[in-house]
């Protein structure tokens, strides 16, 4: 299985965009939280007697509620989207990883695409060149 840069900077770009969603989604759960623990509020309207009599409004704001409520699980469907995107970009990249017969090398991809590593620092856990990663990961792409 051929794998691209692309596929590898997708799968990069997939995790920090999943990170951003989950942050999102819990923001908006913490303005739902606030919403509950604020409890009611008040507002004052005017309407009676030709317009000049006052009413004070108090209640649970239901339909504010409701809406960050859907907003919230639709933010849950498109995360879990994403989710499921990447284990499908990891499984390709696994089975790319698993096919490269040199453990060496192996460890190269593992280490800079699903632990993050720079060039640097994977040279320096394998006690080798910086210069020499960069082309082992290019003979394989």
Known sequence: ????KEILSQY????????KMRADIQRTEDSIAKLIEEGTVVDKVKGGLG????FK?????ITVYEQ???ILRSKFDRLSKRENDLLEITEKIETFIDGIP????????????????????????????????SKIISKYM
Not at 12 to 19: A, L, N, S
Not at 108 to 123: H, L, M, P, S
């Open 68 to 70: 960050r409520k859907k």
């Open 102 to 133: 040199v453990s060496r090398d192996r460890r190269i991809f593992r280490e800079t695409y699903f632990e993050n590593k720079t060039q640097q620092e994977v040279a320096k856990d394998l006690h080798i060149d910086r210069s020499l990663v």
């Open 1 to 4: 299985m051929e794998i691209t």
């Open 51 to 54: 317009g000049i009599q006052g």
């Open 57 to 61: 409004i108090e209640g649970f704001p």
């Open 12 to 19: 990069r770009d997939i995790q920090e965009e999943i990170e």
